[in-house]
């Protein structure tokens, strides 16, 4: 583990208002920063907004105003946003900075001096909207851009080219060496393989725009957008500066990106780098594309999240939470508002934040707001552990979801261990003194471990919490991997007991969302879960139809079941695949979608009921052989198993 770490952002076009897709970005960021900042790292993020090129110049006149009016305006629109949700950045770099500039064209003199740019005449296909160049014959239609999807244009102009084409080798040679520069391998492997194609010379000028920087001894060039903007990642630390800045030792750094910028970020500027004789970044972590009912956002679809909407709906905390949460690294996620409610509700207020009130109250109520004596209970010590371990090993690698599941995981083993041992009947009976001391112990000793692990996932609750549990300083400044979570301080007093993460009502929330998208004119948000919802409209009953006949009932064949195992599902976030004993030759699968509510592994071992002879049905890809019974409580419809108080053998028919 170096002492340094520098985390940036990509720098964002100020051609549009902030969305999701940015602020989930530099919220990965920003807890990416703050858990290395917990772990004991010197650590420098940056960010920024990226103010040239000819889609900017256009969208300013489409406005009718100045350029530099339209980008000062958006770009102050984007620090006002981050801001306001609590991004702890160092640096917020403007492209149109005179130091940003100044950077660029040493960059470009660098290249330059090594013999690596040269000017010709560039003909072809150019996407105004995405920046890039396209192949295609001139005489053929002109081809769709690989992201807007609108029309290119073509292009004859004179330019400057720099060399790609003579670092393919170097390139591949530095993919071997460091197999870990690109991440995850599936984004390694796209890269590899275009570079294995052949690289051509590079366009790096304009002369059909004056939106730009400067090429150095040549105004009648500005840089290629490209070329400009990905240099700010080291002219915002100075490396041109002379002395060198006090920032620059934080070179090389970590690139946080989404897949759609990959081969600039992967090709083009390793390549720059190389040629100017500058390190290579550490590494460039893809991140995946949020979509929304299964589309990628886009306004012409109307299917966009609205970041002002979250904003006076949700906790900060609940949205970063859900998105660290919900997408694994490197793959897409599906944002609806109806999974951030349950998420928040599942996770934060049934989760730590009902440990942490009933684990205070209990102290308050059985112990006088005092800690007692006793040691943590030993098996949920080492689950507690162990899990601390996994999610910083899982944090370290931007593997949030994952770390957050351990963490889960060993809530959902304290939970059960509370109930248990059932500490409201420990204290009534004065024999079980000592055996209360460790329920209370235990629970305390969870939910600081909880509080300090997920502080960088819940910046603002974890601080709430610890002041909660009333220690000094903050949970952040606690390293996880260091923390000695069986050394509870007997005697400490805890603080006020503070809500920290009530629980949301979801139909009151979702008809209000759809009222605000409908009178903005959005696409219709997805329904809260309900029957009414999908459900057709009932037909009038009779009194005869209000029963069932014992031959109707007879139909439903209800067995005892037993969870041998319970997974999660790829990409199906709701969904957990249980292996269950029916007492069959062999165990059945079952798909049910509880995920939100249980932890795979707290259902290992359940004696549940099943339908048996319910008509086999696929989903996600998998067949699910039966359907558990479970009661819908309160007006969230949480799950809850009917299960059984004495042991009774698997198989066995319920009638």
């Given at each position: 583990m170096?002492?340094r770490?520098y985390i ?20 990965l ?16 993020f ?13 969208a300013?006149?489409?406005?009718g ?33 005179d130091?940003?500039?100044a950077?660029?064209?040493?960059l ?19 996407c ?20 807007s ?5 073509w ?20 993919y ?8 995850p391998?599936?984004?390694r492997n ?20 004056k ?6 001894d ?6 290629y ?11 915002a630390l ?23 910028i ?7 500027w390793?390549a ?6 500058l ?15 299964g589309?990628?956002?886009s306004?012409?679809?109307g ?6 909407l979250?904003?006076r709906?949700f906790q900060h ?13 490197g ?5 609806t508002y109806?999974a951030?409610?349950?998420r ?24 006088e ?6 040691a ?10 162990q899990a ?24 959902a ?7 248990d041992?059932?500490?409201w009947?420990?204290?009534k ?7 209360l ?12 471990a909880?509080?300090?692990t ?18 000094e ?10 923390l ?8 400490h007093r805890?603080?006020?007991i ?5 629980r949301?009502?979801?139909e ?5 969302i ?14 809260a879960a309900s029957?009414?919802a999908?459900a ?6 009779t009194?005869d139809?209000a029963?069932?006949?014992i ?6 064949d ?13 990409g199906a ?22 995920a ?8 290992v071992?359940?004696?549940i009921v099943?339908?048996?002879?319910l ?11 039966g ?5 819908s409580?309160?007006?969230?419809g ?13 198989g066995?028919?319920?009638k």
């Amino acid at each position: 583990m170096t002492d340094r770490f520098y985390i940036t952002t990509p720098i964002y076009y100020v051609n549009a208002e902030p969305h999701l897709g940015h602020l989930y970005a530099t919220m990965l960021a920003d807890t990416v920063r703050r858990f290395q900042t917990q772990r004991g790292r010197e650590s420098y993020f940056l960010t920024g907004t990226d103010e040239h090129s000819q889609k900017i110049e256009r969208a300013a006149e489409a406005k009718g105003v100045p350029v530099q009016l339209f980008v000062d305006g958006l770009a102050g629109r984007f620090r006002e946003v981050f801001d306001h949700w609590k991004i702890g950045y160092d640096q917020f770099i403007r492209t149109t900075s005179d130091a940003h500039k100044a950077g660029a064209q040493e960059l470009w003199r660098r290249c330059r001096d090594a013999g690596l740019i040269y000017k010709s005449v560039y003909a072809g296909w150019y996407c105004v909207q995405d920046n890039a160049f396209i192949d295609g014959p001139k005489d053929g239609p002109p081809p769709e851009c690989p992201d807007s999807g609108g029309p290119a244009e073509w292009v004859e102009e004179e330019s400057y080219f720099f060399r790609l084409s003579e670092f393919q080798d170097r390139l591949l040679a530095y993919y071997r060496e460091h197999p870990g520069f690109i991440q995850p391998d599936s984004r390694r492997n796209e890269i590899v393989s275009f570079v294995e194609g052949g690289l051509q010379d590079l366009s790096i000028s304009r002369v059909t725009t004056k939106w730009g920087v400067q090429v150095p001894d040549d105004p009648a060039h500005v840089m290629y957008v490209w070329f400009d903007a990905l240099s700010n990642y080291v002219t915002a630390l100075g490396f041109s500066e002379s002395p060198e800045p006090e920032r620059w030792k934080f070179w090389p750094g970590v690139h946080l990106i989404g897949k759609d910028i990959l081969r600039f970020h992967t090709v083009y500027w390793p390549a720059f780098l190389m040629g100017a004789g500058l390190p290579l970044p550490e590494r460039v972590m893809v991140h995946g594309l949020w979509m929304s009912g299964g589309r990628k956002m886009s306004k012409r679809l109307g299917n966009g999240v609205d970041i002002g909407l979250l904003d006076r709906h949700f906790q900060h905390d609940a949205v970063r939470y859900y998105c660290l949460a919900e997408m694994g690294f490197g793959q897409d996620g599906d944002f609806t508002y109806g999974a951030l409610v349950d998420r928040s509700n599942a996770d934060l207020a049934n989760g730590i934040g009902n440990l942490a009130s009933r684990t205070l109250t209990m102290l308050a109520k059985y112990r006088e707001s005092v800690i007692p004596d006793a040691a943590v209970d030993p098996a949920v010590l080492s689950a507690l552990e162990q899990a601390v371990t996994t999610a910083v090993a899982e944090f370290e690698n931007f593997e949030f979801r994952r770390g957050i599941e351990a963490l889960r995981v060993a809530m959902a083993t304290v939970d059960r261990f509370i109930s248990d041992r059932k500490p409201w009947a420990m204290a009534k009976d004065p024999a079980l003194e000592r055996e209360l001391d460790v329920v209370l112990v235990t629970a305390f000793a969870a939910v600081r471990a909880l509080v300090v692990t997920l502080a960088p996932t819940l910046p603002e609750g974890a601080e709430a919490l610890w002041r909660s549990l009333n220690f000094e300083g903050t949970a952040s400044a606690v390293d996880p991997g260091a923390l000695a979570i069986g050394d509870v301080p007997a005697g400490h007093r805890i603080g006020d007991i503070v809500p920290v993460y009530p629980r949301l009502n979801k139909e009151q929330i979702m008809d209000e969302i759809t009222k605000e998208t409908a009178a903005d004119g959005a696409a219709p948000v997805e329904p809260a879960a309900s029957a009414a919802a999908v459900a057709p409209a009932p037909t009038p009953a009779t009194e005869d139809d209000a029963f069932i006949t014992i031959d109707d009932f007879a139909k439903v064949d209800l067995r005892v079941g037993q969870i041998l195992a319970a997974d999660r599902i790829e990409g199906a976030d709701k969904l957990l695949k249980l292996s269950v004993d029916l007492g069959e030759t062999e165990p059945r699968q079952v798909l049910a979608g509880i995920a939100l509510h249980y932890a795979p592994e707290a259902l290992v071992g359940r004696k549940i009921v099943v339908v048996a002879n319910l008509k086999p049905r696929k989903m996600r890809g998998l067949v699910s052989h039966g359907m558990i019974l479970a009661a819908s409580v309160g007006d969230d419809g949480v799950p809850v198993l009917a299960t059984f108080a004495e042991d009774v053998p698997n198989g066995i028919r319920l009638k």
